[in-house]
């Protein structure tokens, strides 16, 4: 199997970011020019290489110009250092980086519940809800284990991970943060660095489909924390965003039509070449298990009440503050709708 490498130095994306030419609403029809930052090889992608590779940001006047997020800074903090006009971000992220000072707003849909799933060695005796055990037996045959997390402890998706496993029984979690990178996480399931670890799609897939390690839960299935909590979403510039409503609007118009093409069954046999290209996915069983995510999760719409609820959540668990308010108002741009 071959897999892209993740990169992301802040000096060669500060250099793309030197050189692309981000023009705003042109003001002759065109809807303009903006710089997209995305994480490479990961699955929420592949509605905009689609609406790219199909010419459905060609149909809504945009051009868009891609650039790797860098992994070495939080996410807006990178959205900001590569003066990029979208980036996807956590709802956590975008909750936590305004409270923080940083200006901007969700303007498009992407994932509407938090995609994770815990995974263990492939020879662990660990139950798995796969394998008939109850979300309870998992959660409980995970306590004193040390748990992989995505973010550093204290980072609001650990904290929903944390929440998530104490509420269903898990005690005495040892923490360790393993980022994001598939590589990573392989190896430490592998050297015991950790015991089971927290990942996502297309990692889920990577690891499960090719025995490097084994499903224990997909945890929308399993837990209210991560159904009914708002995923991630498509982040701007506010003031960007008021001054080119038109090129936001039509890159979220374009992405929508992706992912409706993405999910249209007649066009498998086509978006899988866009998905293995752009993954690095060379094997089409892993391929077609992460398009099978795109089934329940992926959506081009902004649930403000699942917003509302999603903040009220990260107030309880002290991932943001009361003060200054966030709302699903305060922080969805309708610029342009």
Known sequence: MRLTKTVGLISAVAL?????????????GDAGEMQVMMFPSVAY???????????????????INIIAQPNNLQGIQAMEATNTQAGMMSSS???????????????????????????????????SVEDGATPEEVFKAMSGLKVGSQTPVGAGFQKILEAALTNGGTTDIDWVNVGGSNSVTQASLQNGSVDVAQTSPSGTQILTETGAAKLLMYLPDTTGLYRDSYGSGWVGPTKWLE????????????????????LNPENKDEVL?????????????????????????????????????????????????????????????????
């Open 45 to 63: 992608r592949l509605p905009v290489m689609v609406a790219q590779e199909k010419g459905f940001f060609d149909d809504e006047g945009v051009k």
């Open 243 to 262: 001054e080119n409503p038109q090129t936001a609007k039509a890159f979220c118009d374009a992405t929508a039509v992706g992912l409706e093409y993405i």
């Open 93 to 127: 992220t975008l909750a936590q980086g305004i409270q923080a000072g940083s200006d901007v707003k969700l303007f498009c849909g992407g994932i509407d519940v938090a995609q994770s799933s815990i995974l263990a060695p492939p020879d662990s005796d660990l139950p």
């Open 273 to 337: 070449p866009i998905l293995m290209k752009d993954s690095g996915i060379d094997d089409i069983a892993i391929a077609e298990a992460v398009l099978e995510t795109y089934k329940q999760g992926y959506s081009a719409e902004l649930d403000e009440k699942v917003l509302d609820s999603t903040f009220d959540t990260f107030r309880e668990l002290g991932i943001i503050e009361a003060e200054p308010p966030i709302t699903a108002a305060g922080v969805v741009d309708k610029v342009g709708r």
């Open 16 to 28: 793309v970011a030197g050189v692309a030419a981000c023009s705003g609403d042109s003001g002759d």
